[in-house]
């Protein structure tokens, strides 16, 4: 009897984290808190290196704005992002039907090192540093 209770009041709980649409700072800042080691990826492509911001910007709604810089600049280089689609069963997907890439390009291997910043709607931010070696995919 005792795991019918345990599994009927952690349904209960749960139920309104289901229910969310992960459009508010409150909603996305764990998850991109939990998920910041791979906020971004590089990958070099056709002679090119590929900035991906994929993983941040599944979780754009609630996200205000994202700026980068590479090599040790500022972060102050703005991301460009699709619109959060409001009122629809997933306000996060990424449609890519309006020109915008989730990646920027740039030079075969001038990029060493990025840093991100993200302003959530509420204000705040977060920042995170990463270095080439790290975030390298195939």
């Known amino acids: 009897m005792r795991p019918l209770l345990f599994v009927c009041a952690f349904l209960a709980q749960a139920s309104p984290v289901l229910a969310q649409d992960f459009t508010t700072a409150a909603e996305v800042k764990p998850i991109l808190t939990a998920i910041k080691p791979s906020w971004i990826a590089v990958r070099a492509y056709e002679g090119q290196d590929l900035l991906y911001f994929t993983n941040l910007l599944a979780w754009r709604c609630g996200i ?16 460009t992002m699709e619109p959060c689609h409001d009122g629809e069963a997933q ?9 915008v890439l989730p ?6 291997v001038l990029i060493q090192s990025v840093t991100v910043r993200v302003t959530f709607d509420d204000g705040s931010t977060e920042t995170g540093d990463y270095q080439r070696k790290d975030v390298m995919t195939p």
């Open 64 to 79: 205000e704005a994202v700026t980068f810089g590479t090599n040790g600049a500022a972060p102050d280089m703005p991301l």
């Open 91 to 99: 306000p996060n997907a990424l449609k890519m039907d309006q020109g």
């Open 103 to 108: 990646y920027v390009p740039f030079d075969l």
